[in-house]
């Protein structure tokens, strides 16, 4: 299936997807894709859905909005420097471990909602990620097929970086990665049984019609099982969180020389099977 949430910010609806121009309503039997959902299982869902089809209850897009495929998480989990060639271009050596940071969960905006630069702002990045949702409550998880079994789906996230806050200001990656609107997610959560296998999607992202980004998560250094089984080891993970993996090179901070998102500038990116995005960047109120 592929969820996701239509309407105005704050008051979207739980829908599944078909296919590009239709949709079924499940608003009236799913309160929301939130936590107790995800904890609940999908199976019901699934025969709601097919029972719906069947009878022709089925709905066409018009222009609404899409907010986040998933209500605002426990908690946003991100690794650092999980594909090989974006640690080098960075400069920094390819981890032995998972480097994690968070993001605070009130930076998850629709896919195609504004970016905002953060005030006092030089150096504002991109970031296309493959980013897992949890399907239940899990901890110390024995191997990366109990991880397998514990994933709700996948989704795509740009996560936005103010690298000067992240690199200059102490050394708290989350200085950087915090700012409101930095986690664009969506446009549909997918699970796990619509993709043949997560470790060979391509991403891809350009940066006002030019191609910044173009990688493949086989070249993740761990991939999302070895993530969920590793992060389960530390802290519990709720249904509903959202982990983002990492990204592929060709970030800003990585070109030469740096390039950095100003107002005016469009960013549209996509995962193989996940959708696409695409954000305006806009100044800060």
């Known amino acids: 299936m592929k969820l996701m949430r239509l309407g105005a910010a704050g008051s979207e609806i739980p829908v599944v997807r078909l296919d590009d121009s239709t949709y079924v309503d499940v608003s009236d039997v799913v309160f929301d894709f939130d936590e107790r959902f ?82 006092g702002s030089t150096k504002t990045d991109w970031e296309v990620e493959l980013a ?84 493949c998560t086989s070249t993740m250094i761990f991939d999302p099982y070895v993530v969920v089984q590793y992060l389960s080891q530390f802290m519990v993970l709720e249904p509903g969180d959202l982990i983002n993996t990492g990204t592929p090179p060709g970030v800003g901070m990585g070109q030469d020389p740096p390039v950095w998102l100003a107002p005016g500038d469009v960013m549209e990116l996509g995962i193989d099977g996940l959708g696409v995005q695409r954000q305006t960047v806009i100044a800060a109120r």
């Not at 998972?98 to 504004?114: A, E, Q, R, V, W």
């Not at 999607?201 to 350009?206: E, N, P, S, V």
């Open 38 to 119: 995800f904890a609940s299982g999908a199976d019901r869902l699934r025969e709601v859905v097919e029972a719906r089809v069947a009878t022709g209850d089925v709905r066409t897009f018009a222009g609404e909005r899409i907010g986040s495929p998933i209500a605002r998480p426990h908690q946003i989990l991100c690794i650092g420097l999980n594909y090989r060639d974006h640690a080098a271009e960075t400069g920094q050596a390819v981890p032995d471990e998972p480097i994690l940071f968070t993001k605070s969960p009130n930076t998850m905006i629709g896919p195609h909602d504004d970016v905002r630069i953060p005030r």
């Open 132 to 215: 897992i949702v949890m399907g239940r409550r899990t901890s110390y998880l024995g191997s990366t097929e109990e991880a397998r079994d514990a994933i709700a789906g996948f989704v795509i996230v740009n996560d936005v970086s103010e690298r000067a806050f992240q690199l200059e200001r102490g050394g708290q990656w989350s200085k950087g990665k915090s700012a409101e609107t930095f986690n664009p997610t969506g446009p549909w959560l997918v699970t796990p049984d619509e993709i043949d296998d997560v470790n060979t999607l391509g991403l891809w992202l350009d940066l006002n019609g030019v191609r910044r980004q173009d990688g």
